[in-house]
């Protein structure tokens, strides 16, 4: 049971990396970046602003510049369902959407909609229900949270105690609780 991320036409590099966060946090198998508005280099060097780098963050997968035959190939034989995450009347509010087993979330940029291209693509849409529209990455850590949270109230992912849940990430909490 995989997931990932596919960002289109994104705009912040704050936001990118905080998708790449959420995904790392959450279990997603991959974050993968359409488009060329957003910089992600720094000193000809990929870099995530340094605020939301994790100190594991080089063993997660992100794809940058995809284009849509490498996409199309995630889907076709990585048997991924693609998920549209946009503010859509017809969409499903996310309280009520049963994730699928290998979803890949496409998410807009944060000053639009995801392209019509995109959303022909896509098998399922969902919209998050809030008052207000989402920030990129705030909409990411959503969706995540929700895909994980439902999986392991249904049994299907093992729900990990408190103290093995951060283990990954080895910070100052540990010595706390010790």
């Known amino acids: ?47 995530l602003p340094r605020e939301e780098r994790m100190r594991a963050y080089r063993d997660e997968v992100i794809l940058r510049d995809v284009d849509r035959a490498q996409v199309n190939m995630l889907v076709e034989y990585g048997n991924f369902t693609p998920v549209c995450v946009e503010v859509d009347p017809s969409a499903e509010q996310l309280h009520h959407f049963v994730h699928p087993d290998n979803a890949l979330y496409v998410f807009g ?28 990455a705030g909409a990411v850590y959503t969706v995540l949270y929700d895909r994980v ?21 080895k910070r100052g909490y540990a010595e706390h609780w010790e």
């Not at 590099?13 to 966060?21: D, F, L, S, T």
């Open 1 to 47: 049971m995989t997931s990932g991320v596919l960002l289109v036409d994104p705009k912040y590099p704050h936001n990118v990396a905080g998708a790449y966060r959420a995904a790392a946090c959450f279990g997603a198998e991959s974050v993968n970046v359409f488009g060329d508005r957003v910089d992600l280099e720094a000193k000809g060097k990929f870099r």
């Open 109 to 136: 940029p944060e000053d639009g909609s995801v392209p019509k291209g995109w959303r022909t693509f896509c098998h399922r849409f969902v919209v998050i229900p809030s008052y207000h529209c989402l920030n990129l």
């Open 149 to 169: 949270a439902k999986r392991r109230l249904a049994g299907l992912e093992a729900e990990l105690p408190s103290s093995e849940l951060m283990s990954r990430e």
